[in-house]
């Protein structure tokens, strides 16, 4: 069980995510008493009660004005289990790209359903999106369970649609009060239908598998260091896998391999190397690298076209007849999208780039498997993208032209009328034969 926990809210805008993280955090201990008195300041304005646990996460001034999270709100506690991060992310469907954002490096998915409501539509939106990030474990958080007499045939039917909509991964549902803090840090007496684990022992519990180190090899080159004709080295992270000198690694796209020299870092030269440190790397072979190329040990995929799953977050339409530039770790190219997309819209694309790139399945690999596409006459980050599989070249179509086409381009060509009807007659004779 890892150490550090990067969790996520996700669901329909007033739902309770805020709140809850809220109240997680001051039931755990972990805001200071400043931040308290300040809250509970600004809670006398409000209908929340003595304190409104939304304020906790909620900073913006817009956001407390129309009480709605805008931005993504990074918090930070710690219990005697583990460490927490938690990306209290927006849920009404114009910030969906800033969800989409928080989402990206979480491991754990809270998703809140307002039990009065159910499943709705940016629920189910925000799902989608957590799972396409790659993310393999959720909490359903059904909140406001006091507004319905904690009724327990409310709480089932909402955990069954989720358990449909997320087919393959694991499931924890909750039913709480983030308001009142039931089921929150521990178990609530007014579900005693409910003996799982409640929220923050299944958060200090959950056995989060990322095994960076068991994947193959993967460092996207960010610098070459040359200090002197004596010493080139290749800076970046360890993204994937494990590196020891003496290894073969081999540099794509230019697929040149080399046995790794060294391993060197501030601290000095290391015996072995996994994800996710940084370091310089040096080879045995003059190998042509530049900042994007990508060291690799075992199979990679390298070319132009990808199938891949793509969130477009810009509000200019996504026009497949424009030119896009793709950002791939380190490495930009220019790419082409094979249909358009709306604001907030998710969609299975074809992506093509005008120069070979070096990729993994998002399944396989985060780092590698992901990218973002930029709007070039803004420099907007219009898109992100997780690549689904790889896709061979286009095929070529050669239209051939007609008997009638041929004669007529003969005719055309020809420097008079007599060479005209020679050449027209000589090309009847071999279509005819």
């Known amino acids: 069980m890892s150490g550090l926990l990067r969790i996520c809210t996700a669901g329909s805008v007033d739902d309770g995510k805020s709140t809850l993280i809220g109240r997680l955090l001051y039931d755990s201990r972990a805001v200071y008493e400043d931040q308290v008195t300040s809250v509970e300041k600004a809670s006398r304005n409000r209908t929340a009660g003595p304190i409104d646990f939304s304020l906790f996460t909620d900073g913006l001034k817009a956001e407390r004005e129309q009480g709605i999270t805008i931005d993504v709100a990074y918090r930070y506690f710690a219990t005697s289990a583990r460490t927490f991060i938690l990306a209290d992310t927006p849920g009404h469907e114009q910030y969906t790209r800033n969800m989409a954002t928080g989402a990206s490096t979480a491991d754990v998915a809270v998703l809140l359903v307002d039990a009065r409501h159910g499943v709705r539509v940016q629920s ?5 999106i957590a799972r396409l990030l790659g993310i393999r474990h959720f909490v359903v958080a059904v909140n ?3 507004l319905v007499d904690f009724d327990r045939g409310v709480f089932e039917t909402i955990s069954d649609d989720f358990t449909e909509l997320l087919h393959g991964t694991t499931i924890h549902p909750i039913p709480l009060s983030a308001l009142h803090g039931d089921n929150v840090i521990t178990r609530s007496e007014r579900t005693p239908w409910f003996d799982e684990r409640c929220l923050l022992q299944f958060l200090e519990t959950v056995d989060v598998d990322r095994a960076p180190a068991d994947k193959p090899f993967r460092f996207p080159v960010q610098l070459v260091i040359r200090p002197n004709d004596g010493f080139r080295g290749y800076a970046g992270q360890i993204v994937s896998g494990t590196v020891r000198p003496g290894d073969v690694v081999t ?8 046995h790794v020299t060294r391993l060197v870092t501030w601290d000095g030269d290391l015996d072995v190397a996994h994800a996710p440190m940084s370091m310089t790397l040096t080879l045995d072979a003059d190998v042509d690298i530049s900042r994007g190329d990508v060291l ?5 995929h390298i070319g132009r076209r990808f199938a891949a799953e793509v969130v477009w977050m810009d509000e200019r339409p996504l026009d497949p007849s424009r030119v896009y530039l793709l950002k791939f770790g380190a490495r930009t190219v220019t790419a082409e999208v094979d249909r358009g997309l709306f604001l907030n819209q998710i969609a ?11 990729f993994d399945r998002y399944a396989d690999n985060r780092s590698t498997g992901s990218f973002i596409l930029i709007d070039p006459a803004t420099n907007f980050t219009a898109g992100a993208g997780m690549i689904a599989d790889p896709l061979g070249e286009a095929p070529v179509h050669v239209e051939y032209p007609s008997a009638a086409e041929r004669l007529a381009r003969l005719a055309r060509a020809a420097p008079s009328d007599g060479d005209a009807v020679e050449a027209v007659r000589r090309a009847l004779e071999e279509i005819l034969i």
Request: no cysteine; aromatic share 4%; proline share 9%.
């Open 124 to 128: 189910r939106r925000h799902a989608r």
């Open 144 to 146: 406001k369970m006091d």
């Open 251 to 258: 540099a794509w796209p230019s697929g040149r391999s080399a």
């Open 296 to 300: 690799a040990a075992g199979p990679a």
């Open 348 to 358: 299975a694309v074809t992506v093509t780039t005008a120069q070979p790139v070096v």
